[in-house]
């Protein structure tokens, strides 16, 4: 069984209705481990759904965070903020409303590329509704049994002066500069460095929780039943170990069922972390992925193995399983495991409500090839018209689908794509490349000349003339291959060469053959 059902299955047997929490701190850009988080937490609620539970799925923006310090991305002036919540700083771009919104804009724009389906609650919003009021009441009047239990679990002593509660000071606003000096229900009054001492109200937003503190309140006022985290919480004595006792002791109820998840890597850099700077932004690799290839890189891997992204070959490595798992699940293709990779293209599809129609297999390895060596979109799609087995039909879905991943490739091939994979195609058979023909070369050409003339244009047809050509003349055939790529291309390495002519009318390759060829006599007479 898929692991997304495994986690239905277990989900059924405590209850019926479930809320699904995910969420970030959006401190900087939105790294791709927090896809993969709201990711799991997607596969998760469709696979509920599915089996007739009542699944939300929720994000939690954490805007009510302080920033810590001024990352390497922002502007040195911004050390004024460090201490505010991330809500309350303004934008570094400028365009945003706040900080916090700067960072989290993109990525909730992303989740709708990606079909995924969260309702989202920000944590300023949270404290200023009132959401934590009954909450923050219970966290400070149980703070002796708080006290007790992060001591016995996590092992560290606490100061003496700690509190359950942090106040932000209603003079500098911010959040790290204060202590809290007395509680009187709502008020926790403090005194912070500015010199400022006051009062602020717990029932609202006069202040916020610790982690360690709002992550089991939330559980308790939300009604979380199950959530995904990173394996940073899930350590013997971290923070799910110390919140899974507060919710039992101080709320009286059950810890959700928790989905540990383990990182997501970029190829030989180690673990993604945007605060080291060696992070891909989850925006930028859904700009570079088409969004049901990166929802079944999450879907195909069990939530406890880390994925390795390599933003380069890898990509394409990654499209090829993707379409291998379409082939699959059409019964086009045999191979082990079928079920479990049935199951993660199923759970792949960006519009769930939808039952899957096997759509228009433009491999990618093609599409690669021709936004490189057609000008526009339009001629992309006029080439897909003509090679591919749509019968000349596109159907909207189609168009789309194509163009998507037409952007996907071009941004890809622009900025991570290895050079071995980027092509340029020429008018003319570019001189150096012309005296790079030898007599055997030369030979092909005239032979493809004669070959090509009659017989089906497409790649197939293509490719096997140009193997059986070939030899019947003795002709190595990847002789052949080199000359097309050396007069087309100007190199000797290519695309698979049937698809690539057949993106090209016959007409056109004709001309490029005979001008090659009258380019090595005229330097035959020079
Ligand atoms: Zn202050």
Not at 2 to 26: F, L, N, S, Y
Request: charged share 30%; glycine share 6%; aromatic share 10%.
């Amino acid at each position: 069984m898929h692991w997304a059902d495994v986690i239905a299955e277990d989900m059924a047997k405590r209850g019926e209705k479930h809320i699904i929490a995910t969420g970030i701190t959006p401190s900087g850009p939105i790294h791709i481990g927090n896809m993969r988080e709201i990711l799991t937490g997607d596969l998760v609620a469709r696979a509920a759904r599915e089996r007739g539970l009542d699944a939300t799925l929720i994000y939690i923006g954490d805007t009510f965070d302080p920033l810590r310090r001024v990352y390497p991305f922002l502007p040195p002036e911004y050390s004024q903020y460090v201490g505010m919540p991330l809500s309350e700083i303004p934008c570094p771009c400028s365009s945003h409303s706040s900080y916090a919104e700067h960072f989290l804009e993109p990525f909730l724009k992303s989740l709708q590329t990606l079909g995924i389906d969260a309702e989202v609650l920000l944590s300023h919003e949270m404290y200023r509704k009132k959401m934590y009021s009954e909450a923050a009441r219970r966290v400070i009047e149980n703070r002796e049994r708080i006290r007790e239990i992060l001591t016995e679990v996590s092992g560290r002593e606490l100061p003496p002066d700690w509190f359950p509660y942090i106040p932000r000071c209603s003079a500098c606003g911010r959040l790290n500069t204060t202590t809290a000096t007395g509680y009187s229900h709502p008020f926790v009054s403090y005194r912070c460095k500015c010199g400022h001492e006051g009062k602020a109200d717990i029932r609202t937003d006069g202040g916020k929780l610790p982690w360690r503190v709002d992550w089991p309140s939330r559980w308790w006022f939300l009604n979380v039943t199950v959530e995904p985290f990173g394996k940073d919480h899930a350590a013997a004595g971290g923070s799910y170990d110390t919140a899974s006792r507060i919710v039992r002791e101080v709320f009286g109820r059950e810890p959700p069922y928790p989905v540990v998840y383990e990182w997501i890597q970029l190829k030989g850099k180690g673990a993604m972390s945007s605060s080291k700077g060696i992070a891909i932004s989850a925006v930028e690799m859904l700009k570079m992925t088409p969004p049901e290839v990166l929802r079944y890189l999450v879907a195909r891997t069990k939530p406890f193995r880390h994925i390795d992204f390599d933003p380069g070959m890898g990509i394409l490595n990654l499209v090829d399983d993707y379409e291998r798992a379409e082939r699959i699940y059409f019964g086009l293709e045999s191979g082990e495991e079928l079920e479990d990779i049935k199951r993660a293209y199923e759970l792949s599809l960006v519009d769930p409500s939808r039952r899957p129609e096997r759509p228009l297999a433009v491999p990618y390895r093609h599409l690669v090839t021709l936004v490189q060596i057609k000008p526009s979109f339009e001629e992309i799609l006029k080439t897909v018209k003509r090679t591919e087995l749509s019968g000349g039909n596109l159907t909207e879905e189609d168009t789309e689908r194509i163009r998507q991943r037409a952007e996907a490739a071009r941004y890809w091939l622009d900025r991570y794509a290895p050079e071995s994979l980027k092509i340029t195609l020429y008018e003319e058979p570019p001189e150096r490349a012309v005296k790079e023909l030898d007599e055997e070369a030369v030979e092909a050409l005239e032979v493809m000349r004669e070959a090509l003339l009659r017989i089906p244009w497409d790649a197939e047809e293509i490719h096997n003339t140009v193997y059986e050509a070939s030899r019947a003349h003795g002709i190595d055939p990847r002789k052949t291959f080199q000359a097309f790529y050396l007069i087309f291309l100007g190199s000797r390495r290519g695309p698979r060469l049937g698809y690539f002519l057949s993106t090209m009318r016959r007409a056109e390759v004709l001309r490029r053959i005979e001008r090659a060829l009258e380019m090595v006599r005229s330097h035959g007479k020079g």
